[in-house]
């Protein structure tokens, strides 16, 4: 809503000199006429018919702008800006009486919920409307461009007691990628043939963020910046109800709520009812319009950092809304029924559902109030506590997820809780020491106890995504689940700065996290050599585990600034530094042992492309520049025949399918590495390694007479129970628990205990000659989660982390996946590791 103050000002003289009753009409009239003779809709602004073209997201800006302009029901504002500069925004759309009164209303809500002090009775609703979570699902923005215009124009009843909050583009970068790309490469007119290289969009297609991250699976982890920006937004707001507008497959009719098991037990009876309410709403016009539709098969609602999920445990009502369309869509295809799918239609589709939610938010008031509150009551949960302890580096990382949900947390600085033990898997006691406390006696306890509780309640294992995400696992820390309150009684530790030493032989820091990575490689950025011990080290009395950094004075003897320089880095990252007088150690090992090796800045190369997986080199990219800030060279798989190998050390190889890899180029490969080249290679990349001559590598497959068995007597699974029979052989994201070698220098800086998510039931061999770092022996042993007991079996005695030898280098296993969507805190130095930690004779 702007106006023009020039012309506002010249009419208001002539307006005061009006009688009343001429006033009153001619407020009306200039409302009506001065806001809405200038607004356009989409077709006209954009100067073609909705649907025939795709809009740019600068394009879809603009119109909103205009609106914001044009009318008195929309206000437009800006929440960031996406990695590639371009804008995140959100328009709230309500009647000017609620838009006069917006701080109040936004404050009686989150009074309402408790999250703020006071007391409310709110007569708002407030409904929020994320578009294109999903690039390349490119209806969404083309939709939120029409719902906002219709719903101002024909619906304004609607906002008499609804606000709503539209947020036209979540994922910028990944539309526009797709939109260029398609714009680039269509036919005129369109083809809408399944052929036509307009709906084969090239790796890594327009899903995905910048760092090719799914925004839709970073809701409750915050790792991009979209997502980081938008929740601040969000938790200003904490909206009633939430829509994520996606689409599916061209063949699937629309889908909408309510959505498919399992559902997370901390969902109330009512977040279920609602789901029915809204979704027969959306039938009514569906119907009467003849479009097909379904519900309730699938889109589970368990992994909270959906767009869905992660609004249920704050209290709304979240949906998924699906359209048939997205990357391989365009403007029209013909699908496999034979019936032409086109932009315009997805655009009416999306258009009618969001519309249709408001009517029912605009219906339900009160109760959505009522509910709303009731649903930040946490009195009834099972755990009221959880008191966590561990590596400080681990709990800092944690406690910024917490900061960003803005779940309130405490630490406890001694004593003994009691309840679920996570390292033991039973009931006990244990003594702490600065443990992080975090309770469900807060309006965000229930989104607190979906991210800790130990095991999550499964209805069906039939689900979407992972079933297991644990937190204190993930990050690697031991810890109470208790059904007793436990209250905090401190407050954080705070570093304080350290000073250089100039008597110190040398100075030693310790080796356990990203945070200590992070200092290695500004160290190793600012020509500051280091040294890692193999070996424990004893100095003055202080103990440091293996991989401990030694900086020493005689390695930086050209280095005049050496003591001043090294601390204004360990400042920077928080490091502690014990500084020798001697390199001489209490007991073994000297600065100068041969177990302490130099460290060297490893000229790493990551392959990307077609072939890869973009989630998978994404995490990595995103790790090196954003977490590590260290540089390497992305290599297309294009151009894996022309690498001139010689000018790496560390070749890493994400998740992907190999089968790219001509016989030419693993020879290559071979050869560097036997010159002392290092791969590692990450989940389905050990696929390249299956088999091969010298890699020891071999995949643990069931047992062929248990095969035999069971063809011989025939498949007598009844046809309706395919579905859950083939659960026996999944894994859909579990925890489980595996032993580490940490005298390798793979697992330096971990515990023996490691606790690994496994996606999948892929199976290595004990390696016979290389060294097998992490590994199941025995029966597998899942902590949290869903695992069939097929996929269990064939696990048993498998790798998870291994390193084979081969001439003067070596490739690194690693089975399961160490980043996972960056939240796995506990895997980020096995991969650290791998790229730096190698001895001299490694
Ligand atoms: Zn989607």
Redesign the pocket.
């Known amino acids: 809503m702007t106006v023009n103050l020039k012309s506002f000002f010249s009419f208001r003289a002539y307006f005061y000199a009006l009688p009343m009753t001429k006033k009153f009409s001619f407020l009306f009239l200039f409302l009506s006429f001065t806001f809405y003779a200038q607004l356009q809709s989409p077709s006209d602004f954009l100067g073609y018919e909705l649907g025939t073209e795709f809009t740019r997201h600068a394009e879809v800006v603009a119109y909103f702008e205009h609106v914001a302009k044009e009318s008195p029901n929309v206000i437009y504002k800006d929440y960031g800006k996406t990695y590639e500069r371009r804008r995140l925004t959100y328009a709230i759309v309500s009647s000017q009486e609620n838009l006069q009164h917006l701080e109040a209303i936004r404050t009686d809500n989150l009074k309402n919920a408790g999250l703020i002090s006071g007391t409310s009775q709110p007569e708002k609703t407030i409904v929020w409307l994320s578009y294109n ?2 690039g390349n ?1 490119a209806s969404c923005s083309e939709a939120a461009m029409n719902t906002v215009y219709k719903l101002i124009t024909e619906h304004p009843e609607y906002l008499k007691d609804v606000i709503v909050i539209m947020d036209p583009g979540v994922n910028p970068d990944g539309r526009d990628r797709y939109v260029h790309w398609y714009n680039q490469i269509r036919a005129i007119p369109y083809n809408a043939s399944q052929d036509a290289a307009e709906h084969h969009e090239p790796w890594p297609a327009g ?1 995905p963020n910048h760092y090719l991250f799914d925004l ?1 699976r970073d809701w409750v982890w915050a790792s991009q910046i979209e997502t980081q920006q938008r929740l601040k937004i969000y938790n200003q707001w904490m909206p009633h109800i939430h829509v ?1 507008f ?3 497959f061209i063949n699937n009719p629309y889908y909408f709520a309510p959505g498919a098991e399992p559902y997370h037990e901390m969902l109330t009876p009512w977040q279920r009812d609602f789901q029915h309410t809204i979704g027969k709403n959306n039938a009514k016009y569906f119907d009467l319009n003849g479009w097909l539709y379904f519900t309730r098969e699938s889109f589970d609602l368990l992994y909270p950092s959906y767009g869905d999920t992660y609004p249920l445990f704050n209290g709304a009502i979240g949906m ?1 809304y ?1 359209q048939a369309g ?1 990357g391989m869509a365009g403007l029209g295809i013909i699908n496999d029924e034979d019936i032409e799918l086109t932009l315009v239609d997805r655009i009416a589709h999306h258009t009618t559902t969001g519309l249709s939610t408001i009517e029912v938010a605009s219906k339900n008031v009160e109760r959505l109030n009522d509910e709303f509150r009731a649903f930040f009551k946490n009195d009834k949960l099972k755990y009221k506590s959880f008191i966590l302890q561990g590596n400080p580096d681990h709990i800092k990382a944690l406690t910024e997820i917490l900061d960003r949900q803005e779940i309130k947390y405490g630490f406890l600085s001694k004593g003994k809780v009691k309840g679920f033990n996570y390292k033991t898997g039973k009931n006990g006691t244990i003594d702490v020491l600065n443990a992080l406390v975090i309770d469900t006696d807060q309006p965000k306890g229930k989104m607190v106890h979906v991210l800790f509780e130990p095991q999550t309640h499964l209805t069906t294992p039939l689900t979407y995504d992972i079933t297991a995400w644990s937190l204190p696992y993930a990050f690697g820390l031991d810890g109470i689940a208790s059904t007793t309150k436990v209250s905090a009684n401190d407050s954080s530790e705070i570093y304080s700065e350290i000073q250089p030493d100039a008597r110190a032989a040398g100075y030693i820091s310790k080796w356990n996290s990203v945070q200590d990575a992070q200092f290695l490689t500004a160290l190793l950025q600012n020509g500051i050599k280091v040294r890692f011990s193999e070996n424990e080290l004893s100095f003055g009395g202080n103990e440091f585990g293996r991989g401990s950094l030694i900086i020493t004075r005689s390695d930086n003897k050209t280095n005049e600034n050496f003591d001043q320089q090294l601390i204004q880095i360990a400042n920077k990252y928080k490091r502690k530094l014990y500084a020798s007088p001697t390199s001489y150690a209490d007991v073994l090992t000297d600065f100068g042992s041969q177990y302490v090796h130099l460290l060297k800045n490893k000229k790493v190369a990551i392959l990307m492309g077609e072939g890869i997986s973009s989630l998978n080199y994404g995490q990595l990219w995103h790790f090196f520049e954003k977490e590590l800030k260290y540089p390497f060279t992305a290599i297309n798989t294009r151009n894996i025949n022309q690498i001139h190998w010689t000018d790496y050390d560390v070749l890493i190889l994400p998740d992907g399918n190999y089968t790219f890899v001509t016989e030419e180029v693993f020879a290559d490969i071979d050869r560097w590495i036997a010159g002392g080249g290092r791969v590692i290679a990450l989940q389905n990349a050990l696929s390249l390694f299956n088999e091969k001559d010298g890699f020891e590598l071999q995949k643990n497959n069931v047992d062929e007479d248990d095969e035999g068995e069971k063809s011989k007597e025939g498949n007598l699974t009844p046809y309706a129970e395919r579905e859950m029979h083939g659960t026996k052989n999944f894994i859909t994201g579990s925890i489980f628990k595996i032993k580490l070698d940490t005298t390798h220098p793979l697992a330096f800086g971990l515990n023996e205990d490691y606790y690994s998510l496994k996606l999948g039931s892929d199976s290595y061999k004990f390696l016979k000659e290389g060294y097998n770092v992490g590994y199941i022996k025995g029966d597998a042993q899942v902590v949290s989660g869903f695992a069939g007991e097929d996929a269990k079996e064939k696990l048993k005695n498998s790798i998870v982390f291994a390193e084979a030898k081969k001439g003067k280098g070596s490739v690194i296993y690693l089975v399961d996946d160490v980043l996972f969507r960056t939240f796995w805190q506990n895997g980020k130095l096995i991969l650290v590791n791998s790229v730096f930690m190698t001895p001299k004779d490694f």
Do not use: S
């Open positions: 979570v999903h699902e899903r839709n994520d996606h689409e599916q998924t699906e997205h």
